[in-house]
């Protein structure tokens, strides 16, 4: 997973997984989701971020890296 913050549309866009996306839906307003040809999410795009969400801090929990949750 990646996260890429667009400073000039003030978007931060979630890469779920490295596939493109076929499809697109706007499932709340400013909250978009891409899927692929199989319809599995692989990015979530949040418009309007700075007003939606702390992008000052990244916190991460019960992560499961190398097979063990973190």
Do not use: Q
Not at 63 to 69: E, T, V, Y
Request: aromatic share 4%; hydrophobic share 35%; glycine share 8%.
């Amino acid at each position: 997973m990646r996260l890429s913050y667009h400073k000039d549309t003030d978007s931060l866009y979630i890469h779920l997984v490295e596939r493109p996306g076929v499809e697109t839906e706007e499932v709340a307003e400013g909250l978009v989701i891409d899927f692929d040809a199989d319809g599995k999410p692989v990015g979530i795009d949040i418009e309007h971020a700075k007003n939606v969400i702390d992008l000052t801090k990244l916190d991460t929990e019960s992560l499961p890296i190398n097979g063990k949750a973190a």
